[in-house]
């Protein structure tokens, strides 16, 4: 289940009063105790502080976007140099910079 139906699920099911039902492939388990499409949710095991979630989830961002600033910048609804900052403070390293 991608986020945009998620939310649209969770709208609707709080809007009326009623009960959420989410699908158990919204948290990443396809039913079979495979991991679902979304991943699985081993990231939680060890209990990362939210500090260190926010930095792999940036992290996973920019990889899964081929280091496209933009794109992750505009995923995370934030601008370009507010991500520039997030890397900087979770030490992500550097960008490349291409010089013409």
Excluded: W
Excluded at 14 to 29: M, R
Excluded at 43 to 70: D, W
Excluded at 86 to 93: E, F, I, K, T
């Amino acid at each position: 289940m991608d986020r945009v139906a998620l939310a649209e699920c969770c709208c609707r099911g709080l809007s009326d009063g009623g009960e959420l039902d989410v699908p158990e492939t919204a948290f990443g388990e396809s039913g079979n105790g495979t991991p679902g499409p979304q991943g699985n949710m081993d990231v939680f095991a060890e209990h990362p502080t939210l500090e260190e979630i926010k930095k792999r989830y940036i992290s996973h961002l920019l990889t899964s976007t081929h280091g496209n600033m933009l794109r992750a910048a505009a995923i995370l609804d934030v601008d370009r140099r507010s991500l520039y900052r997030m890397m900087a403070r979770y030490q992500l390293g550097t960008p490349v910079r291409h010089r013409r």
